[in-house]
């Protein structure tokens, strides 16, 4: 366990079913990440989040909607999903935005298919 | 456009060899570089962050350089085990102001 916790590990969905994907630090970190990771693609950033506000959205469709009740926690609620957004969904903290001091720490990621 | 570059090709060695990845970069000079070391399905784990005015960092079997000069980190693991085998990722922040962008990664196999 890494100190973030994702919820859930794997997560299979319907292109018109609605689910949201959980995030949770309690390492008093004040910045929060959304990664997507796609077979033999690098890391894309999809959003950050710093003192929960938005301070970063990376041209994210709007089928993926990021929120961020407090600096614990992350969602990422998801609707009308298509099949190519199937990949590993990473959550990430860190200390200070951009982690230029202790770099990021993530979690275990879930792991999406969209049928 | 700025870019990072990995060797997407897997090396493999052979226990007890230093491994010796590299992570070239683009244009912008960063004020940091990081590594991370993934397993298959599970999220990277922070290793090792190089300052810009640092030439060398280590910690345990690992080593990290940064070339300013040359655009280039090295990461290197001594006395390699087949529990390093994973995917190396360099990151850092492209333009000033950028958040982390990751590289690909370069998967590393360690043979007994």
């Known amino acids: 366990e890494t100190g973030v916790t994702q919820t859930p590990r794997h997560l299979v969905m319907g292109m018109t079913n609605k689910k949201s994907l959980k995030c949770e630090q309690h390492?008093?970190?004040?910045?929060m990440y959304w990664y997507k990771q796609s077979a033999k693609k690098p890391l894309e950033l999809m959003f950050v989040y710093s003192l929960e506000e938005r301070v970063e959205n990376n041209s994210v469709p709007s089928r993926f909607s990021p929120e961020c009740p407090n600096s614990s926690h992350l969602f990422l609620h998801l609707h009308t999903l298509q099949p190519e957004d199937s990949a590993l969904y990473l959550c990430a903290s860190s200390q200070d935005l951009r982690g230029r001091v202790d770099g990021y720490t993530f979690g275990s990621g879930t792991r999406l298919t969209v049928v | 456009s700025q870019k990072i570059e990995q060797n997407s090709e897997a090396l493999n060695i052979q226990e007890g060899k230093t491994a010796t990845l590299t992570c070239n970069y683009t244009n912008y000079s960063p004020a940091y570089l990081q590594w991370y070391r993934q397993d298959p399905g599970r999220g990277p784990v922070f290793l090792l962050l190089i300052r810009e005015n640092e030439k060398e960092k280590r910690k345990e079997r690992l080593k990290v350089t940064f070339d300013t000069t040359l655009k280039q980190s090295l990461f290197h693991i001594t006395a390699s085990q087949p529990a390093d085998s994973a995917t190396y990722l360099c990151?850092?922040?492209?333009?000033?102001?950028?958040?982390?962008?990751f590289g690909g990664g370069t998967r590393l196999m360690v043979k007994p």
């Open positions: 390492l008093g970190h004040n910045a």
């Open positions: 990151a850092l922040p492209l333009w000033a102001g950028n958040m982390l962008t």
